[in-house]
């Protein structure tokens, strides 16, 4: 499909654990947005990408999440030291424009779960 | 900060019946959209909404922009259990580069 696809779509971590979230965008979009979204709660921003550079990571919650996308395609969402509070589903979008908050594209989720 | 709050939070209504969902800010918004994301899915965009006192209808949805855009509706006529789903709006930060989401409304249709 032409669709954002994110993998894995569930994860199961122990506390401490480190984990690695891809997000695969819309080929040819330039922006690239990671969310975090609670249960019951509307998606919060994380990180923005246009084309492989962080724009914005501001609401990334702590020095252990770390962000990535080298190529300007692919981008990679890192949790280091992962503890119960980081339990949520991510959430990846992408945008054409480089202006990057109209028309966002999201992703299924990847639902972490940190037991 | 911009917010947004969504009203209500939680709706549950009979096949048929018509429902109205609120988004209010104090902040102006450039722009608001409404998305709709079902369990195990991402949100998927239904409508942009650009001009202070506009209106537009998809099918059975109708969405209105506050005249001063701070606020905004979604209002359904006849609902279906089809249109159950978490109903989210979302706005663009001043700099236009990220997104703020309201924390949504949960809606159950009942046939």
């Known amino acids: 499909g032409a669709g954002v696809s994110q993998s894995p779509r569930y994860k199961v971590a122990k506390r401490g654990q480190d984990v690695a979230l891809r997000c695969d965008p819309i080929?040819?979009?330039?922006?690239l947005f990671w969310y975090q979204q609670a249960l019951g709660q509307g998606p919060e921003f994380l990180t923005y990408f246009q084309n492989e550079a962080q724009l914005d990571k501001s609401g990334l919650p702590s020095d252990r999440f770390f962000a990535e996308r080298p190529e300007g395609s692919v981008s990679t969402l890192k949790i280091q030291r992962t503890q119960q509070e980081d339990s949520a589903v991510y959430l990846c979008a992408s945008s054409l424009l480089g202006t990057g908050a109209y028309e966002q594209y999201f992703g299924p989720g990847t639902r972490l779960t940190v037991t | 900060t911009q917010l947004l709050e969504q009203s209500p939070q939680f709706l549950s209504i009979q096949e048929g019946e018509n429902l109205t969902v609120y988004c209010n800010s104090s902040s102006v918004f450039s722009s608001l959209q409404w998305y709709r994301q079902e369990p195990g899915e991402g949100p998927v965009l239904l409508v942009t909404?650009?001009?202070?006192?506009e209106v537009k209808k998809l099918k059975r949805l109708t969405f209105q922009f506050g005249d001063a855009r701070k606020d905004s509706s979604l209002h359904i006529t006849a609902a279906q259990p089809g249109d159950t789903g978490l109903y989210l709006c979302a706005g663009p930060n001043n700099a236009g580069n990220m997104l703020t989401f309201g924390g949504g409304t949960r809606l159950m249709v009942k046939p």
């Open positions: 909404v650009v001009t202070g006192g």
């Open positions: 080929s040819g979009h330039v922006s």
